[in-house]
């Protein structure tokens, strides 16, 4: 056991990952400056996220069930924030404790400081210096400023804020509609009573699904939150207002502008990998364009491997443990002279969109990437209204859609916004990693159940194929 591999952001999902599959195999030197450490899905992620859009969805579900009476609770904001903050730090500590034990072997150091290359393979923290055989970059990612002009003259909340946030003012200006936004703006409106302006760069938000779905999504937040959603619109400029607001001017692709303004303005624009702090320019590493390979290793060193959300390539929390894995095991092959294997995922993501009660799922092909990768395909739609189970739970917005090899039956992906979509994912990611036929998989959902919509898109499109 000679080989020393070195971990920078050992708390976070991919760092911890790496550390968890390598322990034993390799020396490790694990560093993380974390206070308290975690990484960002249990402290600002996906975890306490989840955790502040159930209390909205609560109080929207009773407020859109006409069968309820009586005054319509509110969300206290309080109780949400000190629930999660509990929830979120137990989470945390779990997480650093495994760290921590690792460190407790003889051939493990834990060094909580930050960590910098001070030359192509070198590292100084705390004061010492390393010289690892490898290095695993997995710092994460920061949140991302936009360039706007003005910015710099207001006040802005991000997603951190909103998750810690005890009140909110009467009315907002949100930039960023992507899965940040998708999931935030609803429980601003429901949680925080807020009237928002959400801008919206394309035709429709969801870039990654077919255009129906996106549809569906402008459709349910103007009319079950309120929300005004403006499409193909530009961020111009921002200035303050007089009574300490903000206001927002906007172009569209004709050069018209129109301006709104509001109390608050959100930032929910996407996030950058962090790697202000790594002395990159200290080595040969150079982070522009795309910097690491499929393998996991960085372009410019094989001996440095970048995972997780710091190599900008599917900034995703189980994305960011595969990617841990498969850099273990390829540190492993790679100090034996072994070849190295690339990093391959079937598309997996899930949008918890209309507080979780409306979330988007795509697993696989949609019908746009399955005819640009030349397949043949049969797809199939059904509206959740059309299914009876919905109805019956009260929650009949959406639809779901499925792409199958015409040839085949081989299902290529589905796609879902309709209630239980996220939970359907898993099932669905089983069906299209193993390349099961459509006509073989059993229709029968025990009723009433929601997966009654999967049985109809199996049956649809198995009497497509015959």
């Known amino acids: 056991m000679n080989t020393q591999v070195a971990i920078i952001g050992a708390y976070g999902s991919a760092g911890s990952a790496v550390a968890g599959e390598l322990a034993g195999e390799v020396e490790l030197l694990l560093f993380d400056d974390g206070e308290p450490g975690g990484g960002l899905c249990i402290l600002d992620g996906c975890?306490?996220?989840?955790?502040?859009?159930?209390?909205?969805?609560?109080?929207?579900?009773?407020?859109?069930?006409?069968?309820?009476?009586?005054?319509?609770?509110?969300?206290?904001?309080?109780?949400?924030?000190?629930?999660?903050?509990?929830?979120?730090?137990?989470?945390?500590?779990?997480?650093?404790?495994?760290?921590?034990?690792?460190?407790?072997?003889?051939?493990?150091?834990?060094?909580?400081?930050?960590?910098?290359?001070?030359?192509?393979?070198?590292?100084?923290?705390?004061?010492?210096?390393?010289?690892?055989?490898?290095?695993?970059?997995?710092?994460?990612?920061?949140?991302?400023?936009?360039?706007?002009?003005?910015?710099?003259?207001?006040?802005?909340?991000?997603?951190?804020?909103?998750?810690?946030?005890?009140?909110?003012?009467?009315?907002?200006?949100?930039?960023?509609?992507?899965?940040?936004?998708?999931?935030?703006?609803?429980?601003?409106?429901?949680?925080?009573?807020?009237?928002?302006?959400?801008?919206?760069?394309?035709?429709?938000?969801?870039?990654?699904?077919?255009?129906?779905?996106?549809?569906?999504?402008?459709?349910?937040?103007?009319?079950?939150?309120?929300?005004?959603?403006?499409?193909?619109?530009?961020?111009?400029?921002?200035?303050?207002?007089?009574?300490?607001?903000?206001?927002?001017?906007?172009?569209?692709?004709a050069g018209e502008e129109r301006t709104v303004e509001a109390d608050q303005l959100f930032c929910f624009t996407g996030r950058r990998p962090t790697l202000d702090r790594l002395g990159l320019e200290h080595t040969a590493l150079d982070s522009t364009g795309e910097w690491v390979e499929d393998t996991m290793q960085a372009r410019d060193s094989e001996r440095v491997f970048v995972v997780g959300d710091v190599n900008e390539r599917e900034p995703i929390l189980h994305v960011a443990k595969e990617q841990g894995f498969q850099a273990a095991e390829n540190i492993l092959a790679h100090s034996e002279g072994d070849s190295l294997a690339p990093y391959e995922n079937t598309h997996h993501h899930v949008i918890f969109s209309g507080l979780g009660v409306y979330p988007f799922a795509r697993v696989g092909h949609s019908e746009r990437s399955a005819r640009a990768a030349s397949h043949d395909i049969v797809t199939v739609t059904r509206n959740a209204e059309d299914d009876g189970v919905f109805k019956a739970k009260d929650v009949a917005a959406g639809l779901a859609k499925l792409v199958v090899d015409s040839e085949d039956g081989t299902v290529l992906g589905y796609q879902g916004l309709h209630f239980h979509a996220d939970a359907m994912a898993k099932t669905l990611q089983v069906i299209v990693e193993l390349g099961l036929d459509v006509r073989e998989i059993p229709d029968r959902a025990y009723h009433p159940t929601t997966p009654e919509i999967l049985d109809g898109l199996f049956r649809e499109a198995a009497d497509q194929l015959e």
């Open 47 to 253: 975890m306490p996220s989840k955790e502040v859009l159930s209390a909205g969805a609560h109080r929207y579900q009773a407020r859109h069930d006409d069968r309820l009476v009586g005054e319509i609770p509110d969300v206290d904001l309080e109780r949400v924030v000190e629930r999660k903050d509990d929830h979120t730090l137990g989470w945390a500590e779990h997480r650093r404790e495994g760290i921590h034990d690792l460190a407790e072997r003889e051939d493990v150091t834990f060094v909580h400081d930050t960590a910098r290359f001070v030359d192509d393979r070198t590292i100084e923290a705390g004061g010492e210096t390393y010289d690892p055989d490898y290095v695993v970059v997995a710092t994460g990612s920061t949140i991302n400023v936009p360039e706007t002009p003005g910015i710099e003259d207001v006040e802005f909340m991000t997603s951190a804020d909103v998750l810690d946030a005890t009140e909110f003012p009467d009315s907002g200006i949100v930039m960023g509609f992507g899965y940040i936004g998708m999931e935030l703006v609803p429980y601003l409106c429901e949680a925080g009573g807020m009237e928002l302006t959400v801008v919206e760069h394309d035709d429709r938000p969801i870039d990654e699904a077919d255009p129906e779905f996106g549809d569906a999504a402008l459709q349910l937040y103007r009319e079950e939150f309120d929300v005004t959603i403006p499409t193909n619109v530009y961020e111009k400029r921002l200035e303050p207002t007089a009574d300490g607001g903000v206001r927002l001017t906007l172009t569209d692709d």
